[in-house]
């Protein structure tokens, strides 16, 4: 009997078939690795707003690839970043694929705000200072459609306020030029107990309601009565609709401008002023605040009343003269 080799040491014999598929494969996995590395990515983001993406987007990313992308802008603004579309390969520990966003020009380990895989995209990034990085990388494997995000810049907290003051006015970032797309932003009006709150709306323009259910689906603002978004809703606008003035019930006041990944629009601007309670009933607020200026407007509309009972009474008067006549 010939000598064979049986058992786990036993070497498997590869087919010419397995022997092709091998080396194609290899070769195929050599070309790619030269086309990655010939790919250019990243770079310095200068401008005030816009959008980048990984390589070859929406069609896969190319294996083994590093990008960085470095955000920069205005001494004294910040940097917000948002992402439409996001596809890497998914690891319990990132391990893989991923995307790494640091909060300034180094990859320290103390500026990492996060990192990413999977499918699920990264929550919205405001940088503390001027600049941002964000770094893509690709293994030599198993890709996905990758990401685009979007990025825009604004003096430092432009994107969630709070207002105390009595009065004030504010508008969406970057009004009267297009807003950003991919924002949640809030506005909350907090004044002291006992007082409530009327908002005027002076200009509004975000994109259209949808033609589908006629709802303010896509870009809208909101209002809700209280400080946060499970309070009562005062009103929901979208499109060029004009508001009447809306009121709090309380000292607290909400706004919530949504925008969504396309079709950007002028925004909005408002005004608004706060006052006791009382004043914002019934009768007009200077005549509660002043009994001296109560009295003169009751008196004002007493006058009024009675002017017009005169001019009722002369109305008739010359209607019966006139059947008289006849």
Not at 158 to 170: D, H, L, R, S, W
Not at 185 to 201: A, E, M, N
Request: overall charge positive; glycine content about 12%; charged content about 20%.
């Amino acid at each position: 009997m010939g000598n064979k080799s049986f058992g786990a040491n036993a070497k498997p014999r590869l087919s010419s078939a397995d022997h092709v598929r091998c080396t194609s494969a290899c070769a195929r996995t050599q070309k790619e690795r030269e086309i990655s590395r010939r790919i250019k990515c990243g770079g310095v983001l200068s401008a005030p707003s816009g959008n980048f993406c990984s390589p070859n987007f929406p069609g896969l990313y190319p294996y083994d690839t590093e990008c960085t992308w470095l955000i920069v802008v205005a001494e004294g603004s910040s940097v917000l970043l948002t992402f439409s579309h996001f596809d890497l390969e998914y690891h319990d520990a990132c391990g893989y694929d991923y995307l790494q966003v640091y909060n300034g020009v180094t990859r320290d380990r103390g500026n990492l705000l996060g990192t990413f895989c999977g499918r699920r995209p990264p929550p919205r990034a405001v940088s503390s200072g001027r600049e941002l990085l964000v770094v893509f990388k690709s293994d030599f494997n198993i890709g996905g459609r990758g990401f685009k995000a979007y990025f825009y810049s604004g003096a430092a907290g432009e994107c969630q306020e709070v207002y105390t003051a009595v009065k004030g006015n504010f508008s969406s970032p970057q009004y009267p030029n297009f807003y950003p797309n991919n924002l949640k932003c809030q506005w909350t009006i907090q004044l002291p107990p006992g007082y409530r709150i009327k908002v005027f709306f002076l200009d509004l323009d975000l994109e259209g309601r949808s033609s589908l259910t006629d709802g303010c689906d896509y870009d809208h603002l909101a209002a809700f009565d209280g400080g946060a978004e499970n309070a009562s809703l005062l009103g929901k606008w979208c499109g060029r609709e004009r508001s009447s003035p809306i009121v709090s019930s309380g000292n607290k006041l909400l706004l919530v401008l949504r925008t969504d990944r396309n079709t950007a629009k002028r925004g909005f601007a408002l005004a608004y002023v706060g006052g006791k309670a009382a004043l914002l009933q019934k009768l007009p607020p200077f005549a509660r605040a002043n009994p001296g200026l109560r009295r003169a407007s009751l008196l004002g509309r007493r006058a009024r009343s009675h002017g017009g009972r005169q001019r009722r009474a002369a109305g008739t008067r010359r209607v019966s003269r006139g059947l008289l006549a006849s």
